[in-house]
């Protein structure tokens, strides 16, 4: 596309392209708040977990209110996005101590507008694992 | 106190609440859980890392089977299954939802042997 300045006898035309260019990106933005993005909602998790437990040690007194925020700042900041979406916020939160843990998920849903995102993260103490499923309405 | 039921039977509501299909219901939901559950994981022996990741999976799909056998209509679906080790160590899950709190509904059962722990969760969410 032409990038330079029209000359003066096709300044008519300017509007009318001017319109067509902000009805296409209404179009997108639309469709953009009917399909689940995964790189978004995966660093608000990441930066959520970060600032509510960092390097702390696992205090079991402690670990209610950690899961109870994590879940409740996901959920606020998901609701901020804006999009039509009913959204499940799970966290686990786990002591290393060697000891296995599995964990699987599936879902019945529409495969093209809805997904789910989920980050497991750890510190030297930790291991919390967090998901996030997002269904269109 | 529920007033759905009431507030649905006056003709004003929106059509994108279409009453005719049941809605979830969570202890009919938790008893198929608790039967399924039960046969599954009783039928391992020990805790097996690799025998366990498929397990979790195959457990999921399990119930998500069995979920849309119980038929109801115009309901999304999320299974979550966390399975572990029952050694001395502390776990802790917490869950919240945005959603149409009249439609939408979990059910979750834990179950645990010596040496195994099973933490099942479905979340049935209503599609308009």
């Known amino acids: ?137 | 106190m529920n007033y759905s039921n009431a507030i649905s039977n006056l003709n004003f509501s929106s059509n994108i609440h279409s009453k005719s299909s049941r809605s979830f219901n969570t202890n009919e939901v938790k008893q198929m859980l608790e039967q399924l559950i039960q046969q599954i994981i009783d039928k391992q022996n020990e805790y097996d890392c690799d025998k366990c990741t498929q397990l979790s999976k195959d457990l999921s799909q399990i119930i998500k089977d069995a979920m849309k056998s119980l038929n109801y209509e115009q309901y999304k679906y999320v299974i979550q299954v966390v399975l572990g080790q029952c050694q001395d160590d502390n776990l802790m899950m917490t869950c919240r939802c945005l959603w149409d709190i009249e439609t939408d509904n979990y059910a979750s059962y834990v179950y645990s042997n010596t040496k195994i722990f099973c933490a099942v969760t479905v979340f049935g969410l209503f599609y308009y």
């Open chain 1, 1 to 137: 596309m032409d990038n330079e300045l029209l000359p003066t006898n096709n300044c008519v035309l300017l509007p009318h392209i001017l319109m067509l260019a902000k009805g296409s990106t209404e179009m997108t933005s639309r469709e953009e708040d009917r399909i689940f993005t995964v790189d978004e909602i995966s660093n608000i998790i990441k930066e959520v977990i970060e600032r509510l437990i960092g390097n702390n040690f696992y205090e079991h007194d402690k670990v209610t209110r950690w899961t109870v925020d994590i879940v409740d700042h996901i959920l606020t900041e998901l609701t901020n996005l804006g999009k039509r979406f009913k959204y499940i916020v799970q966290a686990v939160i786990m002591q290393k101590n060697g000891t296995g843990l599995h964990s699987a998920s599936s879902c019945y849903w529409n495969d093209i507008t809805d997904g789910s995102c989920t980050v497991r993260w750890e510190n030297k103490h930790i291991y919390a694992i967090v998901s996030v499923f997002g269904l269109s309405i």
